[in-house]
């Protein structure tokens, strides 16, 4: 076994590696951008080496110098996680080349699974069921064209190279084909340096099922049966469940044993992902093989009882198979839920900021958190905005999937969006409990999946007005006394009572309160109608009774602005403070980023005429392509960023005038 190995990533996979290297007495060597100088992963390592800039391809990506770096630290192998290098045929031959092993498999194994096109014609060979589709190698556009009629549609446009729903575009008609390979051959060149496609016929009801696979260099594979990561947003999985449901002991036998010989057929050693199609008529087609460990792990780990990380770590090393096929055997149900920084009511786009507040559940053996970040962390527009994997265990799947909400329910965070109350949303939905599962499954169950706050408006603004009062209370306090008039919060004056007006900011909404504090409580006045309330504050925790009806939410109070927070829900609030300054000029047509990223195409410019829905700007954040298209026709009166320049959250990127401003454009 090793003694020192170099983890060559970051975030929660570098952490999850370093805990059980750890436990095996292996030292760690981790290496980090400038932006991730305070990392957990940093702090976690017997030692530590900078990269370079924050952008990737200046850090993360640079294979030459994370060798140079394994040489100089006398590390013995280097595990590459998941990302970044994980599946780079250059970087593990380079490891070989310089005698180090590669936590992963061999990289003539990589090569051949790297191009989804050749992957597939080496299934086909093997007598792996396939997708119908083309994956040759002439990728001139009018090919392509022609071969996606043949396919028919809808179909699916894929990276050769991706991976993580990059370089992929589901086209409906020939219509959108053109303009669908462009976007997806330049984002997958910017995220791969490979813009090739590949095309398969799109399944309507697919459902994404996957076997874990090791091999040893001694010949042995074996299945870890398997998961089932039907629910996608932008084809990247959201919750992923081990076993899948109600998959038969039959086909999850054909489907582990054509998994097996996949890996074989490409002589494959260590762990190893395939990827089918499962169709409703319990058809199955293979999809694409991943050579790394995947995200979604964890799930397999808690229904098998096996460390993967620990069996990568004992195959690298040239040992054998921890267990033959007979001896694998699961237990119970596990689900693994994705804590990202993302907007899902504004189409999951990523999100940027602090961890100003962050209170994952309590761990257990059945409840896992698997993070890379802690509290005060910055989510960076570089890198993946996961903040947290996780995974819950128990008996059964009804079980398991109660304990996931539960434990979503108690996941608080405050600072940025994040996804966690549409996670609770679909970890409670009746057709998730019936596991009525497909690909589509997010779209289908919109209203289920984003319904109305659950938090009452009205006791929102109440508590919020409680919870201002009460932490003022706790810092003007000297000495704690609840007795002393300087405690009190309402202008105390000598033989007279005062209501104190409050102004809460909601939004664009202003609600006015009028407070008077009592003995024991407050008597506030809110839209006409009076309630009488008794509150404390114990750190986070608000305990609360309105007119006798008592409950307890968690807060968190960053000067004027308050997020509430109760199972999974968010209510957001500031003490209204009147600003003067600019008037916002911007036209009902002024177009804003969505986001923090960069600018990888300006389409339009001044002067032009562009319809409805035309692409203006392409911008791109955490390598994914978002298209900013004209909300109406009109014409261009200016541009304001240029390919190449990243922009902020907000920013305005084209003014258009419209035909409320000039005449209809006869282009359009």
Not at 342 to 360: C, H, K, M, Q, V
Request: with cysteine; proline share 5%.
């Amino acid at each position: 076994m090793f003694n020192k190995i170099l983890i060559a990533n970051r975030g929660e996979i570098a952490c999850r590696v370093i805990k059980t290297a750890h436990r095996l007495g292996i030292r760690c060597v981790a290496v980090y951008s400038e932006a991730d100088i305070n990392a957990r992963h940093v702090a976690m390592a017997d030692e530590a080496f900078l990269l370079g800039p924050a952008p990737s391809s200046e850090s993360y990506l640079r294979a030459d110098k994370i060798i140079e770096i394994a040489k100089q630290s006398g590390a013995q192998a280097i595990h590459p996680g998941y990302g970044f290098l994980s599946e780079n045929t250059a970087f593990a031959r380079a490891c070989e080349d310089n005698g180090i092993a590669f936590i992963g498999p061999p990289a003539s194994a990589i090569a051949a699974m790297g191009s989804k096109s050749a992957a597939k014609a080496i299934m086909q060979d093997a007598g792996v069921p396939l997708v119908p589709g083309y994956h040759g190698d002439d990728q001139t556009p009018a090919v392509l064209k022609k071969e996606a009629e043949k396919c028919g549609f809808p179909l699916l446009l894929k990276a050769v190279a991706g991976g993580g729903g990059k370089g992929m575009r589901v086209v409906e008609s020939l219509a959108e084909f053109d303009e669908a390979l462009t976007s997806a051959c330049r984002e997958a060149k910017n995220a791969f340096g490979n813009p090739d496609m590949l095309i398969e016929r799109y399944l309507t009801q697919p459902r994404h099922v996957e076997i874990q696979v090791f091999c040893d260099s001694q010949g042995n594979g074996v299945y870890l049966a398997e998961r089932d990561c039907s629910v996608q947003r932008r084809h990247q999985k959201v919750i992923e469940e081990a076993p899948a449901p109600g998959l038969s002991d039959a086909t999850r036998k054909a489907m582990g044993e054509a998994a097996v010989l996949a890996a074989q057929a490409i002589d494959y050693v260590g762990a190893g992902t395939v990827e089918f199609l499962y169709d409703v008529d319990g058809s199955f087609f293979f999809m694409e093989m991943n050579t790394r460990l995947q995200v979604e792990h964890p799930v397999t780990e808690m229904i098998t009882g096996q460390d993967l990380v620990h069996w990568q770590l004992l195959i690298a090393a040239g040992e054998p198979l921890p267990l033959l096929q007979h001896e694998i055997s699961i237990n119970g149900h596990a689900f693994e839920a994705r804590i990202y920084a993302e907007d899902p009511d504004n189409d999951f786009l990523p999100a940027t900021g602090r961890l100003s507040y962050l209170r994952p559940p309590t761990e257990s053996p059945d409840v896992r958190v698997d993070t890379g970040v802690i509290e005060g962390d910055e989510v960076s527009v570089y890198y993946d905005p996961m903040i947290a994997k996780l995974i819950v265990w128990d008996d059964n799947r009804e079980r398991a999937l109660a304990r996931l909400a539960k434990a979503l329910g108690e996941y608080r965070i405050a600072g940025l969006k994040t996804n966690v109350r549409f996670l609770r949303n679909l970890a409670l939905a009746a057709p998730f409990k019936a596991a009525d599962l497909d690909t589509g499954f997010i779209d289908k169950h919109q209203a289920l999946l984003f319904p109305p706050a659950k938090l009452d408006p009205t006791e929102s603004l109440l508590m919020a007005a409680c919870f201002f009062l009460e932490s003022d209370k706790a810092g003007l306090r000297g000495g704690n006394d609840p007795h002393s008039p300087f405690a009190r919060q309402n202008s105390w004056r000598l033989n007279s009572s005062f209501a104190r007006p409050m102004q809460l900011a909601c939004g664009d909404q202003l609600h006015n309160l009028s407070i008077l504090e009592q003995d024991g409580g407050y008597e506030i006045t809110l839209d006409g109608a009076r309630y009488k309330v008794a509150a404390s504050l114990n750190g986070d925790t608000l305990n609360i009774i309105i007119n006798g009806h008592r409950r307890t939410v968690y807060g968190y109070r960053n000067q004027a602005q308050l997020t509430l927070m109760d199972q999974g829900e968010q209510f957001v609030c500031q003490l209204h403070v009147e600003r003067f300054g600019a008037a916002d000029h911007h036209t009902e047509a002024s177009l804003t980023a969505p986001m923090n990223g960069a600018v990888v195409a300006v389409l339009v410019e001044p002067g032009q005429t562009v319809c409805k829905g035309d692409t203006l700007v392409v911008m791109e954040a955490m390598k994914m392509e978002h298209s900013i298209r004209a909300p109406k026709d009109g014409v261009v009166s200016a541009v304001y960023f240029a390919e190449g320049e990243l922009v902020g959250d907000g920013a305005e990127l084209v003014s258009l005038e419209t035909e409320a401003q000039t005449a209809t454009p006869e282009a359009c």
